[in-house]
């Protein structure tokens, strides 16, 4: 369990912060801009839970902590080590991909398929659930770099990749089950 009873450290002054593995790294590393990125995301998520209620809030709340499971799992590097260690990392698993798919195919059931893109917008959730998909595509994007560089759990890079797609449909929902899309007119302003 986490313990913080003192949330100023100094020791990242100088601009490096410790990875899990209590090793320390500068702050712009990879690594940091990945986990970062997913809690960037994870502040975004909390933001369009404000117009969230019933299980679409009980769903955002599930993607915020998964969100910190995989923070968890992107700052602790040297997977071949897990076995070794005193306390086993968490790591991302694939049944929170499958809940996101699953939860996916129960909301999509519910929406005409689409006939052009969509704009970010409509309503206020689901504007705010566009700003998270676009967020977490960029979180995929920088985790992909830093497996580039470094092993990772591939899980990690599907989840963000299914979450992505999650807040998509999520944010059709939002739109009145997508009768309030914001269609996207090629063209329109020429």
């Not at 986990?35 to 009980?58: H, I, K, P, Q, W």
């Not at 700052?75 to 990392?89: F, I």
């Not at 899980?155 to 963000?160: C, D, E, G, R, S």
Request: net charge negative; proline share 4%.
């Amino acid at each position: 369990m986490v313990v913080l009873n003192k949330i100023y450290t100094r020791t990242g002054d100088k601009g490096s912060t410790a990875l899990g593995n209590g090793t320390r790294v500068d702050k712009h590393s990879a690594r940091v801009n990945a986990y970062g990125t997913s809690d960037e995301l994870n502040a975004f998520v909390g933001v369009a839970r404000l117009d969230a209620e019933g299980e679409m809030d009980a769903a955002l709340a599930r993607i915020q902590n998964d969100l910190f499971d995989l923070g968890a799992d992107l700052c602790r590097p040297e997977m071949e080590k897990d076995a070794d260690a005193e306390y086993p990392p968490l790591r991302m698993s694939p049944a929170q991909v499958e809940r996101l798919e699953a939860e996916i195919d129960v909301m999509n059931k519910a929406l005409s398929p689409l006939r052009s893109f969509v704009l970010p917008g409509g309503s206020a959730l689901a504007a705010h659930l566009h700003v998270c998909r676009t967020v977490a595509r960029r979180a995929e994007r920088l985790t992909t770099d830093l497996a580039s560089q470094d092993e990772i759990n591939q899980v990690a890079v599907t989840y963000l990749n299914r979450l992505s797609d999650w807040f998509f449909v999520a944010a059709r929902v939002a739109n009145d089950n997508g009768a309030s899309d914001v269609l996207w007119v090629p063209g329109a302003n020429r």
